[in-house]
């Protein structure tokens, strides 16, 4: 029984866990986007994501410690230069999981893991262009003018104003 056990084991011993995920990992930070099988990507999650916390505070004892995981020096000063400037700001959730379907070999869900911060389809870049795009005005030219019109006359003339908006509507 495996009541209470967390892990996901992958069908792989711990050593073979343990290297494959610090793999995948580095990858992930190098390249900042993996396609895998959904089971590896939601385990690379769990896997990678107290990394990039770690990388937040620059410390030496917080590089050394990614570096056991990852065992890689390049990805490590990726992680602690470019990435941990990213996600300074954000409080978790670092990477996005996108199931892209079935493999043809052999039928397995692929899922492209990515980072957050690092995709311009999903960030800022497109909340841009929403905001450049004009905003249609339609009906409200007529309401604004013919509340000028009663705003600008006088006060005996709202009555006359009122009955050519009455024989604006029958007609």
Same mark, same amino acid.
């Given at each position: 029984m495996?009541?209470?056990? /967390?892990?996901?084991?992958?069908?792989r011993?711990?050593?073979?866990?343990?290297?494959?995920?610090?793999?995948?990992?580095?990858?992930?930070?190098?390249?900042k986007?993996?396609?895998?099988?959904?089971?590896k990507?939601k385990?690379?999650?769990?896997?990678?994501?107290?990394?990039?916390? /770690?990388?937040k505070?620059? +410390?030496?004892?917080?590089?050394r410690v990614?570096?056991?995981?990852?065992?890689d020096?390049?990805?490590?000063?990726?992680?602690?230069?470019?990435?941990?400037?990213?996600?300074?700001g954000?409080?978790?959730?670092? +990477?996005?999981?996108?199931?892209?379907?079935?493999?043809?070999?052999?039928n397995?869900e692929?899922?492209?893991?990515?980072?957050?911060?690092?995709? $311009?389809?999903?960030? /800022?870049?497109?909340?841009?262009?929403?905001?450049?795009?004009?905003?249609?005005?339609r009906?409200s030219?007529?309401?604004?003018?013919?509340?000028?019109?009663?705003?600008?006359?006088e006060?005996?003339?709202?009555?006359?104003? $009122? /009955?050519?908006?009455?024989d604006?509507?029958?007609?």
């Open positions: 495996r009541h209470g056990d /967390k892990i996901k084991n992958l069908s011993t711990a050593s073979h866990r343990k290297a494959l995920l610090s793999n995948l990992a580095s990858q992930l930070i190098t390249h986007r993996v396609v895998t099988t959904l089971a990507a385990a690379l999650r769990v896997y990678a994501e107290p990394l990039i916390t /770690k990388a505070e620059n +410390t030496t004892h917080q590089r990614v570096f056991s995981y990852l065992q020096k390049d990805a490590v000063t990726e992680l602690f230069s470019n990435v941990s400037q990213k996600v300074a954000r409080p978790g959730g670092y +990477t996005r999981i996108i199931k892209l379907g079935t493999r043809v070999g052999d397995a692929t899922a492209l893991i990515e980072l957050v911060d690092f995709n $311009e389809a999903y960030g /800022k870049g497109k909340g841009e262009t929403k905001e450049a795009a004009r905003k249609t005005r009906g030219g007529r309401k604004k003018t013919a509340d000028a019109e009663v705003e600008t006359a006060p005996g003339a709202e009555a006359s104003a $009122e /009955k050519t908006k009455a604006e509507k029958r007609s």
